[in-house]
């Protein structure tokens, strides 16, 4: 069998990074942290958040398995960070997702899921409506595309139960 990756993909702050923290916290699943080349945002952690690296420390992409480019950064992750068996969550964006398929044809089976949390609950949420904005004109792909779309516009109980509900169809 091969190694899964679940692949996260959604807005800032509709619930992606909760969600791969709930499953590693709750289910045991190792959570992929990408590295980027864009600043620390307050509140963030090295090597929890991502792996904040400067431009020149940047490496080939034949050792990239998915990379972006957002808001004028670099994101990816490498080869040696995927598991050879068994089930990992990575967060991801749509072109990183589109790259991740990609290269990994045959090699892992990729789980895609879409957290969708509607912008004006964003807002209500604390979510700078910059981000929003710039979160509205970056890449989307059609709902068809994700293997799983999971709403998040209730209780977090309810974002947990939903995620429990679709790792349990795996």
Same mark, same amino acid.
């Given at each position: 069998?091969?190694?899964?990756?679940?692949?996260?993909?959604? %807005?800032?702050?509709?619930? +992606?990074?909760?969600?791969?923290?709930?499953?590693?916290?709750?289910? %045991?699943?190792?959570? =992929?942290?990408?590295?980027?080349?864009?600043?620390?945002?307050?509140?963030?952690?090295?090597?929890? #958040?991502?792996?904040?690296?400067?431009?020149?420390?940047?490496?080939?992409? +034949? #050792?990239?398995?998915? /990379?972006?480019?957002?808001?004028?950064?670099?994101?990816?992750?490498?080869?040696?960070?995927?598991?050879?068996?068994?089930?990992?969550?990575?967060? =991801? #964006?749509?072109?990183?997702?589109?790259?991740?398929?990609?290269?990994?044809?045959?090699?892992?089976?990729?789980?895609?899921?879409?957290?969708?949390?509607?912008?004006?609950?964003? =807002?209500?949420?604390? =979510?700078?409506?910059?981000?929003?904005?710039?979160? $509205?004109?970056? +890449? $989307?792909?059609?709902?068809?595309?994700? #293997?799983?779309?999971?709403?998040?516009?209730?209780?977090?109980?309810?974002?947990? /139960?939903?995620?429990?509900?679709?790792?349990?169809?795996?």
């Amino acid at each position: 069998m091969k190694p899964i990756i679940i692949a996260i993909v959604g %807005n800032s702050g509709s619930g +992606k990074t909760y969600m791969a923290e709930f499953l590693r916290s709750k289910l %045991n699943v190792p959570v =992929i942290v990408s590295y980027t080349t864009r600043p620390m945002r307050e509140g963030e952690t090295e090597g929890k #958040d991502h792996f904040f690296i400067q431009p020149d420390k940047v490496p080939a992409s +034949k #050792d990239m398995l998915a /990379y972006t480019r957002f808001g004028g950064y670099e994101y990816f992750a490498l080869y040696n960070q995927f598991p050879t068996d068994g089930i990992c969550a990575y967060v =991801i #964006d749509e072109k990183g997702l589109e790259e991740l398929t990609g290269r990994c044809k045959g090699r892992y089976e990729i789980i895609s899921i879409l957290v969708l949390c509607p912008p004006e609950l964003l =807002i209500a949420r604390g =979510i700078d409506p910059a981000r929003v904005k710039r979160d $509205h004109e970056r +890449k $989307h792909l059609s709902l068809g595309y994700f #293997d799983c779309v999971i709403r998040n516009d209730a209780s977090l109980e309810e974002f947990e /139960y939903k995620v429990i509900c679709e790792f349990n169809k795996l």
